[in-house]
């Protein structure tokens, strides 16, 4: 409500905190403890702050994120050029299906791995993106259907890749497109595996759309996804897909505060299949009992359970997953769960820890963006330089 009540003051003549409490009657430091969170307003004053504002009380009241966090649009144009074809035509030979293959695995470790991966991905991506879908397009007219299948499994893998390039740079329009690409591409291959991999993707768009009804969607994809591979043949790898697909419906139940559904799913189906296959990044998924222990933790943090959530997360060890991304994530819902007890120190610990793990992703992060703002408004002096170093750094002012 405090940061809604902030976002208003400044969208409608970013009025000082001092006019605003004026003319509605408070204290100005009793304003500046609504915005931080650390009061909560009477109906009265709530109204007459809306009122003032110029909203309708219910823009205060509602849960739909504001414009101010969405994460800033930062995909390469040559990226979004290539995806939509207007890349340089290519008539020559296709690269050989073994080439790609190494390629988009190449492009896949350095994404998980690199602390400035989306700068690296923006270099190589328009390029592969091209040929991958040459070699495509000249195969699927081609007589080898080995080579035909292996450059569809090939394009899966590579739009999974592009989906979460563009989720984490803030184009959810193209990462809709690319998982679609992704389940088209897999499912013209025949591979069960990447079928359910490409509908986890989708999975992960659907969670980031504020649309009404796309969290719920998401589950349902996740399950449909769920009931398709059991119809395969069993393997470790059938499985930890299993299990990631469990943990997006998992992430929906806990994002529509259905907290104890969300924890029984956790414990009933997806800690056991992690258990059973081990720490492992099957389609680049990062799942097993350590991506289970965030995700427990995450239940935690989203139901403001902060104590809880400081509590499993000091049993958890991410040094071991290969994707800087879930350690990232780790380490910003730490940081979230001190914020939640306004233990500001612990807050900039954590957040310039995670300047350091990945400078480009807290850039990106709303989250992150949000904390760090609002830190800066309620830090002490003794960290207020350190605080505003870091907001100056990432260049959200």
Not at 99 to 128: I, Y
Not at 180 to 207: C, F, K, M, S, T
Request: hydrophobic residues 40%; proline residues 4%; contains cysteine.
């Amino acid at each position: 409500m405090g940061q809604k009540v902030k976002y208003y003051r400044r969208k409608n003549g970013n009025r000082t905190q001092a006019a605003i409490a004026g003319l509605c009657g408070i204290t100005e430091r009793y304003l500046q403890q609504i915005e931080a969170g650390q009061k909560v307003p009477s109906a009265d004053v709530l109204s007459r702050l809306a009122a003032e504002l110029g909203v309708p009380l219910a823009a205060l009241l509602c849960e739909d994120a504001s414009e101010e966090s969405t994460v800033p649009h930062t995909a390469a144009p040559a990226v979004a050029r290539a995806l939509m074809g207007y890349d340089r035509p290519r008539s020559a030979d296709p690269a050989s299906p073994s080439e790609l293959r190494e390629r988009v695995e190449q492009a896949w470790r350095t994404w998980q791995s690199s602390k400035d991966r989306f700068t690296a991905a923006a270099g190589v991506l328009p390029d592969l993106i091209g040929d991958v879908e040459h070699a495509v397009r000249v195969h699927r007219t081609g007589t080898d259907a080995q080579a035909r299948r292996e450059v569809l499994r090939v394009a899966a893998d590579l739009y999974g890749l592009l989906r979460s390039y563009c989720r984490r740079a803030g184009r959810l329009d193209l990462s809709l497109m690319v998982a679609d690409r992704a389940i088209r591409a897999a499912e013209d291959a025949d591979d069960p595996v990447r079928i359910a991999a490409a509908q986890w993707n989708l999975g992960h768009v659907l969670l980031s759309h504020d649309e009404p009804g796309a969290v719920e969607e998401a589950k349902d994809v996740a399950l449909r996804a769920v009931e398709q591979l059991r119809q395969t043949s069993v393997t470790d790898e059938t499985q930890a897909v299993e299990g990631a697909l469990e943990l997006v419906a998992v992430v929906s139940d806990a994002r529509r505060r259905r907290w104890w559904q969300a924890r029984a799913r956790l414990e009933q189906r997806a800690v056991p299949l992690a258990r059973h296959v081990g720490e492992g990044n099957v389609q680049w998924t990062v799942f097993g009992p350590t991506n289970c222990a965030l995700h427990a933790m995450s239940i935690e943090m989203l139901a403001g359970e902060a104590s809880e959530g400081l509590r499993l997360a000091d049993r958890i060890d991410t040094r071991g997953l290969p994707s800087r991304e879930r350690r990232f994530t780790f380490g910003l819902e730490l940081a979230r769960c001190h914020d939640l007890r306004r233990e500001n120190a612990a807050v900039l610990v954590h957040l310039l820890d995670l300047e350091d793990i990945a400078p480009e992703d807290l850039a990106r992060s709303p989250l992150a963006r949000h904390m760090i703002l609002d830190l800066q408004q309620r830090v002490r002096p003794t960290f207020r330089r350190q605080v505003n170093e870091l907001v100056q750094r990432l260049a959200l002012v």
